[in-house]
């Protein structure tokens, strides 16, 4: 079984600063993608960052500039420090990590983290 555990959600002022931390834990192979999700109230999930395990960075554009996705492969973690926080930034923040369970095959599956919730006030 895989886990995925989020630290570092909270409550925030406009312009404020968080650091979002995953750890991923349990059997498996490797990891290849990490990344960043959010959902709000209302709306779907969607992607805030992802990072390849090779380094390689993809952020929203509502976030770019703002927000930075780093990884340490040895450690099995991703983190999101995120700056000049908006109010629209307000949302559970899930991580994601694309894992491969044994060294043959080639399958990687999706695992999700339980949430953190971030929220900006004005």
């Known amino acids: 079984q895989v886990h995925l555990v989020e630290s570092g959600g909270g409550l925030v002022q406009a312009g404020g600063s968080l650091r979002l931390s995953c750890a991923a834990s349990?059997?498996?192979?490797?990891?290849?993608?990490m990344g960043w999700y959010r959902q709000a109230p209302g709306k779907q999930r969607e992607l805030v960052a992802k990072?390849?395990?090779?380094?390689?960075?993809n952020l929203a554009d509502s976030v770019k500039g703002r927000c930075t996705i780093s990884r340490d492969n040895a450690k099995n973690t991703v983190s999101l420090q995120m700056s000049s926080l908006k109010p629209e930034d307000t949302a559970v923040y899930y991580c994601?990590?694309?894992?491969?369970?044994?060294?043959?095959?080639?399958?990687?599956?999706?695992?999700w983290g339980q949430g953190t919730q971030v929220t900006v006030s004005s």
């Open positions: 994601n990590a694309d894992v491969k369970l044994a060294s043959y095959g080639i399958t990687y599956l999706p695992y």
């Open positions: 349990g059997s498996f192979f490797s990891i290849n993608n």
């Open positions: 990072i390849t395990r090779n380094g390689n960075t």
